[in-house]
Protein backbone atom coordinates (compact mmCIF):
# COMPACT_ATOMS: atom_id res chain seq x y z
CA UNK A 1 0.00 0.00 0.00
CA UNK A 2 1.17 3.34 -0.96
CA UNK A 3 2.53 5.73 2.15
CA UNK A 4 3.05 8.92 0.74
CA UNK A 5 0.97 12.09 1.48
CA UNK A 6 -0.55 12.53 -2.21
CA UNK A 7 -1.42 16.00 -3.45
CA UNK A 8 -4.23 15.92 -6.42
CA UNK A 9 -3.67 18.39 -9.14
CA UNK A 10 -5.13 21.81 -7.97
CA UNK A 11 -8.61 22.43 -8.94
CA UNK A 12 -8.96 25.23 -11.50
CA UNK A 13 -12.56 26.16 -13.46
CA UNK A 14 -12.96 24.66 -16.76
CA UNK A 15 -12.87 27.71 -19.23
CA UNK A 16 -16.15 27.56 -21.20
CA UNK A 17 -15.78 27.92 -25.62
CA UNK A 18 -17.19 30.44 -26.95
CA UNK A 19 -18.69 28.49 -29.99
CA UNK A 20 -18.59 31.96 -31.75
CA UNK A 21 -19.05 31.76 -36.11
CA UNK A 22 -15.44 30.73 -36.93
CA UNK A 23 -14.12 28.90 -34.06
CA UNK A 24 -13.76 25.31 -34.50
CA UNK A 25 -15.71 24.27 -31.59
CA UNK A 26 -18.74 25.67 -33.13
CA UNK A 27 -18.16 23.26 -36.68
CA UNK A 28 -17.15 19.95 -34.25
CA UNK A 29 -20.48 20.26 -32.60
CA UNK A 30 -22.48 20.91 -34.98
CA UNK A 31 -21.14 17.70 -36.47
CA UNK A 32 -21.90 15.96 -33.51
CA UNK A 33 -25.36 17.23 -33.74
CA UNK A 34 -25.73 15.96 -36.51
CA UNK A 35 -24.01 12.26 -36.02
CA UNK A 36 -26.01 11.73 -32.54
CA UNK A 37 -29.22 12.80 -34.18
CA UNK A 38 -28.77 10.91 -37.01
CA UNK A 39 -28.70 7.32 -34.78
CA UNK A 40 -31.42 6.72 -32.32
CA UNK A 41 -29.37 5.68 -28.45
CA UNK A 42 -31.31 3.26 -26.31
CA UNK A 43 -30.46 4.16 -22.61
CA UNK A 44 -30.61 0.57 -20.16
CA UNK A 45 -30.42 0.37 -17.19
CA UNK A 46 -26.62 -0.05 -15.25
CA UNK A 47 -27.21 -2.10 -12.08
CA UNK A 48 -23.97 -3.70 -10.34
CA UNK A 49 -22.30 -3.21 -14.13
CA UNK A 50 -24.85 -4.86 -15.97
CA UNK A 51 -26.87 -3.12 -18.54
CA UNK A 52 -30.50 -4.10 -17.96
CA UNK A 53 -33.44 -3.89 -20.23
CA UNK A 54 -36.81 -4.39 -20.05
CA UNK A 55 -39.97 -5.17 -22.21
CA UNK A 56 -41.36 -1.64 -21.84
CA UNK A 57 -39.16 0.91 -24.54
CA UNK A 58 -39.88 4.66 -23.58
CA UNK A 59 -39.24 7.07 -26.67
CA UNK A 60 -36.96 9.95 -26.07
CA UNK A 61 -38.11 13.53 -28.18
CA UNK A 62 -36.45 16.64 -28.52
CA UNK A 63 -38.80 18.98 -26.50
CA UNK A 64 -38.02 21.51 -29.57
CA UNK A 65 -38.78 18.56 -32.30
CA UNK A 66 -41.28 16.51 -30.96
CA UNK A 67 -41.81 14.70 -34.54
CA UNK A 68 -37.82 12.90 -33.84
CA UNK A 69 -36.76 10.41 -32.54
CA UNK A 70 -33.33 10.43 -30.58
CA UNK A 71 -33.69 7.06 -29.07
CA UNK A 72 -35.43 5.06 -26.51
CA UNK A 73 -34.80 4.15 -22.59
CA UNK A 74 -35.99 1.01 -20.75
CA UNK A 75 -38.27 1.52 -18.19
CA UNK A 76 -37.65 -0.32 -14.96
CA UNK A 77 -39.92 -1.69 -12.13
CA UNK A 78 -39.57 -2.63 -8.25
CA UNK A 79 -37.54 -5.52 -8.42
CA UNK A 80 -34.56 -3.02 -10.24
CA UNK A 81 -35.12 -0.49 -7.45
CA UNK A 82 -34.21 -3.99 -5.17
CA UNK A 83 -31.29 -5.18 -7.52
CA UNK A 84 -29.86 -1.55 -7.25
CA UNK A 85 -30.23 -1.44 -3.56
CA UNK A 86 -28.26 -4.71 -3.18
CA UNK A 87 -25.79 -3.71 -6.02
CA UNK A 88 -24.69 -0.94 -4.35
CA UNK A 89 -24.41 -2.95 -0.84
CA UNK A 90 -22.33 -5.03 -2.44
CA UNK A 91 -20.03 -2.95 -3.60
CA UNK A 92 -20.08 -0.82 -0.50
CA UNK A 93 -17.07 -3.26 1.38
CA UNK A 94 -14.46 -2.89 -1.30
CA UNK A 95 -15.13 0.95 -2.34
CA UNK A 96 -15.23 2.16 1.29
CA UNK A 97 -11.47 0.38 1.50
CA UNK A 98 -10.49 1.73 -1.76
CA UNK A 99 -7.87 4.28 -1.05
CA UNK A 100 -9.16 7.97 -1.44
CA UNK A 101 -6.84 8.86 -3.85
CA UNK A 102 -7.28 5.92 -6.24
CA UNK A 103 -11.54 7.23 -5.68
CA UNK A 104 -10.04 10.51 -6.58
CA UNK A 105 -8.70 9.47 -9.85
CA UNK A 106 -11.57 8.28 -11.15
CA UNK A 107 -13.61 11.93 -11.04
CA UNK A 108 -10.58 13.74 -11.80
CA UNK A 109 -10.32 11.56 -15.01
CA UNK A 110 -14.38 11.73 -15.68
CA UNK A 111 -13.27 15.96 -15.59
CA UNK A 112 -10.97 15.29 -18.21
CA UNK A 113 -13.09 12.80 -20.60
CA UNK A 114 -15.89 15.49 -20.18
CA UNK A 115 -13.90 18.50 -20.93
CA UNK A 116 -11.90 16.47 -23.50
CA UNK A 117 -12.91 13.72 -25.97
CA UNK A 118 -16.99 13.71 -24.58
CA UNK A 119 -17.42 17.42 -24.82
CA UNK A 120 -19.21 17.79 -27.95
CA UNK A 121 -21.02 14.57 -27.33
CA UNK A 122 -21.65 15.77 -23.76
CA UNK A 123 -23.24 19.67 -25.22
CA UNK A 124 -25.07 17.51 -28.32
CA UNK A 125 -27.48 15.20 -25.49
CA UNK A 126 -27.96 17.64 -23.46
CA UNK A 127 -28.70 20.30 -26.07
CA UNK A 128 -30.77 17.25 -28.17
CA UNK A 129 -32.57 15.68 -24.93
CA UNK A 130 -33.24 18.87 -22.76
CA UNK A 131 -33.36 21.46 -25.24
CA UNK A 132 -30.42 24.01 -24.04
CA UNK A 133 -28.42 26.23 -26.92
CA UNK A 134 -24.98 25.52 -27.17
CA UNK A 135 -23.55 28.05 -24.39
CA UNK A 136 -26.67 26.77 -21.57
CA UNK A 137 -25.08 23.58 -22.56
CA UNK A 138 -21.13 24.25 -22.38
CA UNK A 139 -21.29 25.73 -19.31
CA UNK A 140 -23.04 23.30 -17.21
CA UNK A 141 -22.94 20.01 -18.78
CA UNK A 142 -18.93 20.27 -19.91
CA UNK A 143 -17.64 23.31 -17.75
CA UNK A 144 -19.42 23.18 -14.28
CA UNK A 145 -19.99 19.43 -14.16
CA UNK A 146 -15.98 19.23 -14.31
CA UNK A 147 -15.96 21.84 -11.68
CA UNK A 148 -17.93 19.96 -9.46
CA UNK A 149 -15.69 16.54 -10.09
CA UNK A 150 -12.18 17.95 -9.53
CA UNK A 151 -13.22 20.71 -7.08
CA UNK A 152 -14.71 18.08 -5.17
CA UNK A 153 -11.81 15.94 -4.67
CA UNK A 154 -9.91 19.43 -3.50
CA UNK A 155 -12.49 19.97 -0.52
CA UNK A 156 -12.03 16.01 0.35
CA UNK A 157 -8.31 16.30 0.69
CA UNK A 158 -8.98 19.85 2.56
CA UNK A 159 -11.73 17.71 4.86
CA UNK A 160 -9.05 14.90 5.55
CA UNK A 161 -6.72 17.34 6.51
CA UNK A 162 -8.62 18.95 8.85
CA UNK A 163 -7.37 17.28 12.37
CA UNK A 164 -7.58 17.84 16.39
CA UNK A 165 -4.86 19.21 18.30
CA UNK A 166 -2.39 16.60 19.86
CA UNK A 167 -0.53 17.87 22.78
CA UNK A 168 3.24 16.53 22.99
CA UNK A 169 3.28 16.70 26.87
CA UNK A 170 0.19 14.91 27.06
CA UNK A 171 1.21 11.53 25.22
CA UNK A 172 -1.86 11.85 23.59
CA UNK A 173 -2.25 11.37 19.90
CA UNK A 174 -5.89 12.64 18.23
CA UNK A 175 -7.15 12.05 15.00
CA UNK A 176 -10.35 12.04 12.71
CA UNK A 177 -11.27 10.11 10.12
CA UNK A 178 -14.08 10.78 7.68
CA UNK A 179 -15.56 7.30 6.93
CA UNK A 180 -18.84 7.08 4.36
CA UNK A 181 -21.99 6.47 5.51
CA UNK A 182 -23.61 3.64 7.31
CA UNK A 183 -25.89 2.01 4.30
CA UNK A 184 -26.31 3.51 0.54
CA UNK A 185 -27.58 7.01 -0.73
CA UNK A 186 -30.12 7.55 -2.87
CA UNK A 187 -29.83 10.52 -5.39
CA UNK A 188 -32.98 11.87 -7.12
CA UNK A 189 -31.63 14.49 -9.89
CA UNK A 190 -33.94 16.85 -12.06
CA UNK A 191 -33.89 17.49 -16.17
CA UNK A 192 -32.67 20.83 -16.16
CA UNK A 193 -29.11 20.72 -15.13
CA UNK A 194 -26.66 17.65 -16.85
CA UNK A 195 -24.13 19.13 -14.04
CA UNK A 196 -26.59 18.28 -10.95
CA UNK A 197 -27.11 14.52 -12.65
CA UNK A 198 -23.62 14.19 -11.49
CA UNK A 199 -22.91 15.35 -9.18
CA UNK A 200 -25.40 14.52 -7.02
CA UNK A 201 -24.84 11.16 -7.58
CA UNK A 202 -20.61 11.99 -8.03
CA UNK A 203 -20.68 13.71 -3.81
CA UNK A 204 -21.48 10.80 -2.01
CA UNK A 205 -19.71 8.33 -4.58
CA UNK A 206 -16.14 10.26 -3.96
CA UNK A 207 -16.44 9.66 -0.29
CA UNK A 208 -17.00 6.43 -0.57
CA UNK A 209 -20.45 6.18 -0.53
CA UNK A 210 -22.59 3.48 -3.05
CA UNK A 211 -25.62 4.85 -4.63
CA UNK A 212 -28.63 4.25 -6.01
CA UNK A 213 -29.31 7.21 -9.11
CA UNK A 214 -32.52 7.66 -10.46
CA UNK A 215 -32.54 10.48 -13.34
CA UNK A 216 -35.34 12.71 -14.12
CA UNK A 217 -37.30 10.95 -17.19
CA UNK A 218 -36.64 14.32 -19.23
CA UNK A 219 -32.92 14.00 -18.68
CA UNK A 220 -32.19 10.05 -19.58
CA UNK A 221 -30.78 10.73 -22.92
CA UNK A 222 -27.15 12.51 -21.16
CA UNK A 223 -27.97 10.28 -18.40
CA UNK A 224 -27.21 7.35 -20.48
CA UNK A 225 -23.97 9.24 -21.29
CA UNK A 226 -23.09 10.32 -18.68
CA UNK A 227 -22.93 6.74 -16.86
CA UNK A 228 -20.77 5.74 -19.74
CA UNK A 229 -18.34 8.57 -18.94
CA UNK A 230 -17.86 7.27 -15.40
CA UNK A 231 -17.35 3.92 -17.05
CA UNK A 232 -14.90 4.89 -18.97
CA UNK A 233 -13.28 7.12 -16.41
CA UNK A 234 -12.99 3.92 -14.31
CA UNK A 235 -15.57 3.65 -11.75
CA UNK A 236 -16.34 0.18 -10.38
CA UNK A 237 -19.30 -2.03 -10.74
CA UNK A 238 -22.55 -0.98 -8.37
CA UNK A 239 -20.79 1.78 -7.19
CA UNK A 240 -23.45 4.09 -8.78
CA UNK A 241 -26.78 2.35 -9.92
CA UNK A 242 -28.68 4.02 -12.86
CA UNK A 243 -32.01 3.14 -12.49
CA UNK A 244 -35.08 4.23 -15.23
CA UNK A 245 -38.18 4.00 -12.36
CA UNK A 246 -41.29 6.34 -11.55
CA UNK A 247 -40.41 8.24 -8.39
CA UNK A 248 -43.08 6.49 -6.43
CA UNK A 249 -42.08 3.26 -7.21
CA UNK A 250 -38.38 3.88 -6.36
CA UNK A 251 -39.30 5.84 -3.42
CA UNK A 252 -41.77 2.95 -1.85
CA UNK A 253 -38.90 0.22 -1.21
CA UNK A 254 -35.91 3.01 -0.79
CA UNK A 255 -37.43 4.54 2.26
CA UNK A 256 -38.63 1.51 3.95
CA UNK A 257 -35.28 -0.28 4.05
CA UNK A 258 -32.81 -0.64 6.96
CA UNK A 259 -29.94 0.39 5.37
CA UNK A 260 -31.13 3.79 3.77
CA UNK A 261 -28.88 6.42 4.31
CA UNK A 262 -29.01 9.07 2.48
CA UNK A 263 -30.93 11.53 0.05
CA UNK A 264 -29.29 13.53 -2.43
CA UNK A 265 -32.15 15.62 -4.19
CA UNK A 266 -32.79 18.86 -6.88
CA UNK A 267 -36.45 18.88 -7.63
CA UNK A 268 -39.93 20.25 -6.53
CA UNK A 269 -40.14 21.39 -2.72
CA UNK A 270 -43.65 19.93 -2.78
CA UNK A 271 -41.68 16.39 -3.75
CA UNK A 272 -38.98 17.40 -1.23
CA UNK A 273 -41.61 18.18 1.84
CA UNK A 274 -43.52 14.50 1.08
CA UNK A 275 -39.84 12.29 0.82
CA UNK A 276 -39.19 13.51 4.15
CA UNK A 277 -42.13 13.36 5.98
CA UNK A 278 -42.21 9.97 5.00
CA UNK A 279 -38.06 9.14 6.04
CA UNK A 280 -39.46 10.92 9.53
CA UNK A 281 -42.29 8.28 9.32
CA UNK A 282 -39.81 5.12 8.80
CA UNK A 283 -36.75 6.33 11.18
CA UNK A 284 -37.23 3.83 13.73
CA UNK A 285 -36.72 1.03 10.48
CA UNK A 286 -33.17 2.52 9.39
CA UNK A 287 -29.99 1.67 10.84
CA UNK A 288 -28.85 5.55 11.37
CA UNK A 289 -30.10 8.81 11.11
CA UNK A 290 -30.56 9.13 7.04
CA UNK A 291 -28.78 12.37 6.22
CA UNK A 292 -30.91 14.47 3.60
CA UNK A 293 -29.77 17.43 1.38
CA UNK A 294 -32.01 19.13 -1.13
CA UNK A 295 -31.99 21.72 -3.65
CA UNK A 296 -35.57 22.63 -4.17
CA UNK A 297 -37.81 25.64 -5.59
CA UNK A 298 -37.31 29.52 -6.40
CA UNK A 299 -39.11 32.53 -6.46
CA UNK A 300 -36.23 34.43 -7.34
CA UNK A 301 -36.37 38.69 -7.40
CA UNK A 302 -34.04 41.19 -8.87
CA UNK A 303 -34.66 44.60 -7.23
CA UNK A 304 -33.30 48.00 -8.74
CA UNK A 305 -32.67 50.65 -7.28
CA UNK A 306 -33.29 54.32 -8.55
CA UNK A 307 -29.04 54.75 -9.06
CA UNK A 308 -29.46 51.91 -11.14
CA UNK A 309 -28.42 51.96 -14.57
CA UNK A 310 -31.52 51.21 -17.06
CA UNK A 311 -29.96 48.85 -19.89
CA UNK A 312 -27.49 46.79 -16.76
CA UNK A 313 -30.83 46.00 -15.65
CA UNK A 314 -32.32 44.99 -18.74
CA UNK A 315 -29.76 43.02 -19.70
CA UNK A 316 -30.10 41.38 -16.39
CA UNK A 317 -33.85 40.71 -16.66
CA UNK A 318 -33.64 39.09 -20.14
CA UNK A 319 -30.59 37.05 -19.29
CA UNK A 320 -31.66 36.32 -16.04
CA UNK A 321 -35.52 35.22 -16.67
CA UNK A 322 -35.20 33.85 -20.63
CA UNK A 323 -32.10 32.19 -20.39
CA UNK A 324 -33.15 28.47 -21.14
CA UNK A 325 -36.38 29.00 -20.62
CA UNK A 326 -36.42 30.31 -17.56
CA UNK A 327 -36.41 26.81 -15.80
CA UNK A 328 -33.48 27.53 -13.75
CA UNK A 329 -34.35 26.74 -10.14
CA UNK A 330 -32.27 30.61 -9.72
CA UNK A 331 -34.18 32.29 -13.02
CA UNK A 332 -35.20 36.15 -12.06
CA UNK A 333 -39.21 36.02 -11.98
CA UNK A 334 -40.53 38.58 -10.41
CA UNK A 335 -38.50 42.14 -10.14
CA UNK A 336 -39.22 45.81 -8.34
CA UNK A 337 -38.81 48.63 -10.14
CA UNK A 338 -38.43 52.13 -9.35
CA UNK A 339 -41.03 54.29 -10.90
CA UNK A 340 -38.71 57.29 -12.22
CA UNK A 341 -36.79 54.36 -14.36
CA UNK A 342 -39.88 52.24 -15.34
CA UNK A 343 -40.75 54.26 -18.70
CA UNK A 344 -37.25 53.87 -20.44
CA UNK A 345 -36.87 50.85 -18.97
CA UNK A 346 -40.39 49.24 -20.11
CA UNK A 347 -39.19 50.86 -23.55
CA UNK A 348 -35.52 49.14 -23.53
CA UNK A 349 -37.08 45.76 -22.00
CA UNK A 350 -39.81 45.56 -24.80
CA UNK A 351 -37.36 46.18 -27.30
CA UNK A 352 -34.69 43.81 -26.18
CA UNK A 353 -37.52 40.95 -25.66
CA UNK A 354 -38.38 41.34 -29.23
CA UNK A 355 -35.00 40.59 -30.80
CA UNK A 356 -34.89 37.24 -29.00
CA UNK A 357 -35.29 34.18 -31.19
CA UNK A 358 -36.70 31.34 -30.39
CA UNK A 359 -36.22 27.55 -31.68
CA UNK A 360 -34.59 24.55 -32.61
CA UNK A 361 -31.01 24.86 -30.43
CA UNK A 362 -29.56 23.55 -33.84
CA UNK A 363 -29.77 27.16 -34.93
CA UNK A 364 -26.75 28.62 -32.87
CA UNK A 365 -29.29 32.28 -33.89
CA UNK A 366 -31.56 31.17 -31.47
CA UNK A 367 -31.46 32.31 -28.09
CA UNK A 368 -34.21 30.12 -26.62
CA UNK A 369 -35.22 26.46 -26.66
CA UNK A 370 -38.56 25.24 -25.88
CA UNK A 371 -39.50 24.21 -22.40
CA UNK A 372 -39.39 20.45 -21.15
CA UNK A 373 -42.38 18.66 -21.52
CA UNK A 374 -46.11 18.91 -21.95
CA UNK A 375 -46.92 19.48 -18.47
CA UNK A 376 -44.31 22.20 -17.62
CA UNK A 377 -45.94 23.77 -20.95
CA UNK A 378 -49.64 23.59 -19.70
CA UNK A 379 -48.55 24.81 -16.23
CA UNK A 380 -46.93 27.54 -17.88
CA UNK A 381 -49.41 28.41 -19.89
CA UNK A 382 -51.86 28.34 -17.72
CA UNK A 383 -50.46 31.20 -15.52
CA UNK A 384 -49.91 33.39 -18.44
CA UNK A 385 -54.02 33.09 -19.39
CA UNK A 386 -54.35 33.95 -15.62
CA UNK A 387 -52.81 37.29 -16.72
CA UNK A 388 -54.20 38.01 -19.43
CA UNK A 389 -57.72 37.31 -17.59
CA UNK A 390 -56.88 39.59 -14.55
CA UNK A 391 -57.96 43.34 -14.18
CA UNK A 392 -54.83 43.29 -11.79
CA UNK A 393 -51.93 42.13 -14.33
CA UNK A 394 -51.03 43.61 -18.29
CA UNK A 395 -48.73 41.63 -20.61
CA UNK A 396 -46.51 44.20 -22.42
CA UNK A 397 -44.48 41.81 -24.27
CA UNK A 398 -44.87 37.97 -25.26
CA UNK A 399 -47.87 35.74 -24.20
CA UNK A 400 -47.82 33.53 -26.93
CA UNK A 401 -47.20 29.79 -26.71
CA UNK A 402 -46.82 26.76 -29.36
CA UNK A 403 -46.70 23.23 -29.08
CA UNK A 404 -47.84 21.59 -32.32
CA UNK A 405 -44.25 21.23 -32.96
CA UNK A 406 -42.52 21.52 -29.69
CA UNK A 407 -43.34 23.38 -26.39
CA UNK A 408 -42.63 27.19 -27.53
CA UNK A 409 -43.37 29.44 -25.05
CA UNK A 410 -42.61 33.38 -25.97
CA UNK A 411 -40.85 35.18 -23.37
CA UNK A 412 -43.33 36.94 -21.36
CA UNK A 413 -43.36 40.08 -19.16
CA UNK A 414 -46.32 40.47 -17.02
CA UNK A 415 -46.70 44.15 -15.21
CA UNK A 416 -48.78 44.27 -12.06
CA UNK A 417 -49.95 47.07 -9.75
CA UNK A 418 -50.32 44.13 -7.05
CA UNK A 419 -47.32 42.81 -5.54
CA UNK A 420 -49.35 39.86 -4.46
CA UNK A 421 -50.33 38.81 -7.30
CA UNK A 422 -50.13 34.91 -8.24
CA UNK A 423 -47.23 35.16 -10.50
CA UNK A 424 -45.43 37.52 -8.23
CA UNK A 425 -45.71 34.92 -5.17
CA UNK A 426 -45.97 31.19 -7.09
CA UNK A 427 -42.93 29.31 -8.60
CA UNK A 428 -43.50 29.16 -12.63
CA UNK A 429 -40.14 27.75 -13.65
CA UNK A 430 -40.78 29.01 -17.02
CA UNK A 431 -39.95 32.06 -19.42
CA UNK A 432 -42.73 34.25 -17.47
CA UNK A 433 -40.83 37.55 -15.46
CA UNK A 434 -43.82 39.87 -13.60
CA UNK A 435 -42.68 43.28 -12.52
CA UNK A 436 -44.17 45.35 -10.05
CA UNK A 437 -42.96 48.97 -9.79
CA UNK A 438 -42.52 50.94 -6.92
CA UNK A 439 -42.79 54.71 -5.45
CA UNK A 440 -38.95 56.02 -5.16
CA UNK A 441 -39.27 57.05 -2.21
CA UNK A 442 -41.00 53.70 -1.21
CA UNK A 443 -37.22 51.26 -1.65
CA UNK A 444 -36.71 49.95 2.06
CA UNK A 445 -40.24 49.48 2.00
CA UNK A 446 -39.82 47.14 -1.21
CA UNK A 447 -37.42 45.32 0.33
CA UNK A 448 -39.39 44.36 3.65
CA UNK A 449 -41.71 43.21 0.47
CA UNK A 450 -39.59 41.06 -1.48
CA UNK A 451 -38.59 39.95 1.81
CA UNK A 452 -42.12 38.67 2.97
CA UNK A 453 -43.52 38.06 -0.55
CA UNK A 454 -42.31 34.24 -1.26
CA UNK A 455 -41.48 31.23 1.42
CA UNK A 456 -38.54 30.71 -1.19
CA UNK A 457 -34.81 31.91 -0.31
CA UNK A 458 -32.36 30.49 -3.17
CA UNK A 459 -31.54 33.77 -4.71
CA UNK A 460 -32.11 37.35 -5.63
CA UNK A 461 -30.37 40.09 -7.02
CA UNK A 462 -29.87 44.36 -6.15
CA UNK A 463 -28.66 46.60 -8.62
CA UNK A 464 -27.32 49.83 -7.16
CA UNK A 465 -24.74 52.46 -7.70
CA UNK A 466 -25.33 53.98 -4.44
CA UNK A 467 -23.64 52.30 -2.11
CA UNK A 468 -25.54 53.03 0.90
CA UNK A 469 -29.21 51.78 -0.82
CA UNK A 470 -27.20 48.63 -1.31
CA UNK A 471 -25.64 47.90 1.70
CA UNK A 472 -29.59 48.40 3.31
CA UNK A 473 -30.29 45.24 0.55
CA UNK A 474 -28.05 43.14 2.11
CA UNK A 475 -28.99 44.09 5.64
CA UNK A 476 -32.81 43.84 5.31
CA UNK A 477 -32.40 40.81 2.47
CA UNK A 478 -29.98 39.17 4.43
CA UNK A 479 -32.47 35.85 4.48
CA UNK A 480 -34.14 36.15 1.83
CA UNK A 481 -31.73 34.71 -0.31
CA UNK A 482 -28.67 32.03 -0.47
CA UNK A 483 -27.08 33.55 -2.90
CA UNK A 484 -27.59 37.24 -2.96
CA UNK A 485 -25.97 39.31 -6.34
CA UNK A 486 -25.21 42.93 -6.45
CA UNK A 487 -25.56 44.25 -9.62
CA UNK A 488 -25.30 41.36 -11.31
CA UNK A 489 -28.41 38.92 -12.50
CA UNK A 490 -29.33 35.79 -9.67
CA UNK A 491 -28.15 33.63 -11.89
CA UNK A 492 -25.17 31.21 -12.75
CA UNK A 493 -23.49 30.33 -9.93
CA UNK A 494 -19.44 29.01 -10.45
CA UNK A 495 -18.38 25.88 -8.23
CA UNK A 496 -15.47 27.04 -6.31
CA UNK A 497 -16.79 30.79 -6.56
CA UNK A 498 -20.24 31.00 -5.49
CA UNK A 499 -20.83 27.73 -3.83
CA UNK A 500 -25.18 27.27 -4.63
CA UNK A 501 -28.31 26.71 -2.58
CA UNK A 502 -30.85 28.39 -0.43
CA UNK A 503 -32.99 27.70 2.32
CA UNK A 504 -36.36 28.68 4.03
CA UNK A 505 -38.43 26.70 0.89
CA UNK A 506 -35.40 26.49 -1.19
CA UNK A 507 -33.96 23.72 0.15
CA UNK A 508 -30.96 22.95 3.37
CA UNK A 509 -28.49 25.28 1.76
CA UNK A 510 -25.53 22.53 1.63
CA UNK A 511 -24.14 24.26 -0.96
CA UNK A 512 -23.20 22.62 -3.73
CA UNK A 513 -19.60 22.97 -4.98
CA UNK A 514 -18.11 23.21 -1.64
CA UNK A 515 -16.86 21.93 1.07
CA UNK A 516 -19.96 22.09 3.06
CA UNK A 517 -21.57 19.51 0.77
CA UNK A 518 -19.37 16.77 1.15
CA UNK A 519 -18.95 16.85 4.77
CA UNK A 520 -23.03 15.67 4.36
CA UNK A 521 -21.63 12.04 3.00
CA UNK A 522 -18.83 11.60 6.00
CA UNK A 523 -19.89 9.95 9.81
CA UNK A 524 -16.81 11.15 11.60
CA UNK A 525 -14.61 9.03 13.77
CA UNK A 526 -12.83 10.11 16.22
CA UNK A 527 -9.42 8.62 17.91
CA UNK A 528 -7.53 8.97 20.59
CA UNK A 529 -4.19 7.03 21.20
CA UNK A 530 -3.00 7.48 24.50
CA UNK A 531 1.21 6.66 24.44
CA UNK A 532 1.44 6.60 27.71
CA UNK A 533 -1.86 4.99 29.83
CA UNK A 534 -2.14 5.76 34.05
CA UNK A 535 -1.68 2.57 36.28
CA UNK A 536 -3.14 4.38 39.25
CA UNK A 537 -6.56 5.51 39.17
CA UNK A 538 -5.54 8.32 41.85
CA UNK A 539 -5.49 12.35 41.20
CA UNK A 540 -3.05 14.67 42.36
CA UNK A 541 -5.72 16.74 44.02
CA UNK A 542 -6.51 13.48 46.50
CA UNK A 543 -2.72 13.59 48.28
Known amino acids: MANAYFTPPPAVNEPSLSYAPGTP ?20 MTIGGKKIT ?23 GPEHVNMAIDAALEAKPAWEAMPWQERAAIFLRAADLISGPYRYKMNAATMLGQSKTPHQSEIEAVAEIADFFRFNVQYMTEMYEDQPLSEPESAIWNRVEYRPLEGFVFAITPFNFTAIAGNLPGAPALLGNTVVWKPAETQIYSAGLLMEVLEAAGLPDGVINLVLVDGPVAGDIIFEHKDFAGL ?18 NLPKYRSYPRIVGETGGKDFLVMHPSSDVQQVVTALVRGAYEYQGQKCSAASRAYLPKSKWPALKEALIRDIKTVKMGTVEDFSNFMGAVIDERAFDKIANYIEIAKKSDEAEIIVGGGYDKSEGYFIEPTVIVTGNPHFTTMEEEIFGPVLTIYVYEDEDFEATLDLVDSTSPYALTGAVFSNDR ?8 RLRHSAGNFYINDKPTGAVVGQQPFGGARGSGTNDKAGS ?3 LYRWVSARSIKENFNPPSDYRYPYMG
Open 25 to 44: EREALKETLKAMKAEQRDVP
Open 54 to 76: TDTKIAMHPPHELKHTLGHYYKG
Open 264 to 281: HFTGSTKVFQSLWQTIGK
Open 468 to 475: YAAHKAIE
Open 515 to 517: IIN
